[in-house]
């Protein structure tokens, strides 16, 4: 059932950033993109039947969410993550990025300290600046085995400034494809707690955990905490909808819910455009047959880049990967430069994976790539880099 994702599919010149704006954002030619965390696989045959319905009917006018729509929602996140979501609780945005911006502003003040822990997902960081608010990091640690974990200690001392107020939590965590396990998150939410921060737990990557591993939703064990939790969900992740456009956001308490609906309003962003719900429903109806044989694919490319870099790249080190569909690879032993790891990637072997800097100075050296994508497709890029590797000595 996995052979859907052999498909080789052309997405140049249909307005796709990640072929259509990679040359000119990395400064190539015909370069193969790997960056981008969208998938070169068609959404499930349910959700395009759905769509194509609506395409049909012809009408697009106003659109709000249904009952359908709500608890398409919430019998997927209590079947595959056991989390009992109330109706009342989901307010729409457009997407997590739009929700974050909105989630800063309605609970921080500007020059307020926001926590984040890089290297991350490099929005956070820039909507954090943008707003005029300052990130406070709590870098994450490798250990020897190269896996990441949370400098605890120092988290601490990041929430005890008088100025921190949000946490931003990346979980599954976006670009080192950690999923965090209960005793981690627990004494996020410990820290967090004796010094009031307020939790914004962005769960885009939810759904797209490899087995031995298990996502739990931050609220399910925040016990006194969860009035302190919002959460950021959304299907354009796991079922390649980002185009989309349709996110939820999880928010327990009454009052910072009509809080953020009325900043929601005055930005004008409280209702979903006419695919949005078609598309989410579907999905979370209809998608978890495909999105199972997604992850079996999925882990199929990352065991074939593992066996791949074993062998023909042998000193890079590839990090273990519990969640996410985005490898993250360390280049560092081949002491290049991060100019001269750009243009080995882009200008010698003509692949566009993304930078490991962009997620903060602690990624320089890595590089992350996305195995969303046909096997074959994988393999010419990884076979090109391990060519330009090759000319370098
Ligand atoms: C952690 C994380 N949050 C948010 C997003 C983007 O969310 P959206 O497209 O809904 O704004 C991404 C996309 O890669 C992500 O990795």
Sequence with gaps: MTEIFDEIINRKNTGSEKWDKVDDLFGGENLLPLWVADMDFRTPPEVIDALSQKAAHGIFGYTSYMDSTYSSAINWFSRRHGWRIEKEWILFSPGVVPAINILIQTFTNLCDGIIIQRPVYHPFARVIENNGRKVLNNPLRQNKNGNYEIDFDHLRKQAQKPAAKMMLLCTPHNPVGRVWRADELKEIIKICSDNNILIVSDEIHC???????????????????????????????????AGVQVSNIIVPDEEKRNKLRNSLMKAGMLDPNSFATVAMEAAYNHGEQWLDNLLNYINGNFEFLKNFTSENLSDAKVTDLQGTYLAWVDFRKYNLSTKELDDLFVKK??????????FGPEGAGFTRFNLACPKSVLENGLKRIAEAFRNLK
């Design 207 to 241: 759904d797209l955990v490899f087995s031995g591993h298990k996502h739990i939703p931050l609220h399910t064990i925040a016990d006194g905490y969860t009035d302190n939790i919002i959460t950021c969900t959304a299907p354009s992740k796991t079922f390649n909808l």
């Design 349 to 358: 072997a003509g692949v566009a994976p993304s930078p490991g800097y962009i």
